[in-house]
C-alpha cells in the first residue's frame, strides 16, 4: 500500500523525496518494484485479451521494419534488454533531477530519438547531429542560464514530469503499426507504458539513476529472455 500511495504522491506533485538505502534494502526495494511491474504487465495482457476476444476493437500490432532479422537472438536480447533501459532511463528519467549533465542527456536522448525514428535518418548520421547539438548546447549553458533553467525545475515539477512521462510512452508508439483508423486506440497501447513510466520515475526520484536502470533492465530481460533461443 506505501508504494500505491508514494506513486499518487508522485502522479499529483511530480516529485518525492530521495530515500537513503543500504545495499540490502535497496534490493529489496528493486524486487518489490519488479513485482509491481510485472503484475502490471499481467493485469494489461489481461486486458488486451479481452479487447481481442470481444471482437469489437482491433488493436495495432508491433511494426515489422525495426530491420531486426539480421541480428542474432544474442544480439536482440543486448539490444531489448540491456542497452535499450540505459538510453531510455538517461534520456527519460535522469532529467527529472537537474544538473547540467542531465539537462544534456536529456537533450541528446530525445533529439536523437527524433531524428532517429520520426525524421528516420540512419544512426550513424543522427549520432553527429546528436553529438554536435549537444556540445553546442553545453557551451552555451552559462551559468546564468543554469541559474533561470535550475528555478525552472524546482518550480515546474509537475509539468517536467509529465512531459518526460509522455514523451516516454509515446516513443514507445512508434512500435507499432499506426494509421488514421487506428490512431484512437494509442492511449491503450501506452497504458502500460505509462504505467510502467510512472514506477521508473519513483524508483529514480527515490533511490537514484542506477536503480532505476537495473529495475529496468531486469523487466526488459524477463519478457526478452526467449529471444536467446530465436536462432
Given at each position: 500500500?506505501?508504494?500505491?500511495?508514494?506513486l499518487w504522491i508522485l502522479s499529483k506533485n511530480g516529485f518525492v523525496k530521495e530515500?537513503?538505502?543500504?545495499?540490502?534494502?535497496?534490493?529489496?526495494?528493486?524486487?518489490?518494484?519488479?513485482?509491481?511491474?510485472?503484475?502490471?504487465?499481467?493485469?494489461?495482457?489481461?486486458?488486451?485479451?479481452?479487447?481481442?476476444?470481444?471482437?469489437?476493437?482491433?488493436?495495432?500490432?508491433?511494426?515489422?521494419?525495426?530491420?531486426?532479422?539480421?541480428?542474432?537472438?544474442?544480439?536482440?536480447?543486448?539490444?531489448?534488454?540491456?542497452?535499450?533501459?540505459?538510453?531510455?532511463?538517461?534520456?527519460?528519467?535522469?532529467?527529472?533531477?537537474?544538473?547540467?549533465?542531465?539537462?544534456?542527456?536529456l537533450f541528446a536522448g530525445i533529439t536523437y530519438s527524433i531524428l532517429?525514428?520520426?525524421?528516420?535518418?540512419?544512426?550513424?548520421?543522427?549520432?553527429?547531429?546528436?553529438?554536435?547539438?549537444?556540445?553546442?548546447?553545453?557551451?552555451?549553458?552559462?551559468?546564468?542560464?543554469?541559474?533561470?533553467?535550475?528555478?525552472?525545475?524546482?518550480?515546474?515539477?509537475?509539468?517536467?514530469?509529465?512531459?518526460?512521462?509522455?514523451?516516454?510512452?509515446?516513443?514507445?508508439?512508434?512500435?507499432?503499426?499506426?494509421?488514421?483508423?487506428?490512431?484512437?486506440?494509442?492511449?491503450?497501447?501506452?497504458?502500460?507504458?505509462?504505467?510502467?513510466?510512472?514506477?521508473?520515475?519513483?524508483?529514480?526520484?527515490?533511490?537514484?539513476?542506477?536503480?532505476?536502470?537495473?529495475?529496468?533492465?531486469?523487466?526488459?530481460?524477463?519478457?526478452?529472455?526467449?529471444?536467446?533461443?530465436?536462432?
Open positions: 500500500m506505501s508504494t500505491l500511495k508514494n530515500e537513503k538505502r543500504t545495499l540490502k534494502d535497496s534490493i529489496r526495494f528493486l524486487i518489490k518494484l519488479f513485482l509491481f511491474l510485472f503484475l502490471v504487465k499481467i493485469l494489461y495482457l489481461g486486458l488486451t485479451l479481452l479487447i481481442n476476444l470481444s471482437d469489437t476493437i482491433t488493436l495495432p500490432v508491433i511494426s515489422n521494419d525495426f530491420k531486426f532479422d539480421r541480428y542474432s537472438g544474442i544480439q536482440k536480447f543486448f539490444l531489448g534488454a540491456l542497452l535499450a533501459p540505459i538510453f531510455e532511463e538517461l534520456t527519460f528519467r535522469l532529467g527529472l533531477k537537474f544538473s547540467k549533465r542531465n539537462i544534456l542527456m532517429k525514428l520520426i525524421i528516420q535518418l540512419d544512426w550513424n548520421t543522427s549520432l553527429l547531429i546528436v553529438a554536435m547539438t549537444t556540445l553546442t548546447l553545453g557551451l552555451i549553458l552559462n551559468n546564468k542560464i543554469l541559474d533561470i533553467l535550475a528555478e525552472f525545475w524546482k518550480n515546474n515539477r509537475l509539468v517536467i514530469f509529465y512531459f518526460l512521462l509522455l514523451s516516454f510512452a509515446l516513443f514507445h508508439s512508434t512500435n507499432y503499426d499506426l494509421d488514421f483508423s487506428t490512431l484512437l486506440y494509442i492511449p491503450i497501447i501506452m497504458l502500460p507504458h505509462f504505467l510502467a513510466g510512472l514506477i521508473y520515475s519513483y524508483a529514480r526520484l527515490k533511490s537514484g539513476i542506477i536503480l532505476t536502470i537495473c529495475l529496468h533492465i531486469l523487466n526488459n530481460a524477463l519478457f526478452a529472455f526467449p529471444l536467446l533461443f530465436a536462432d
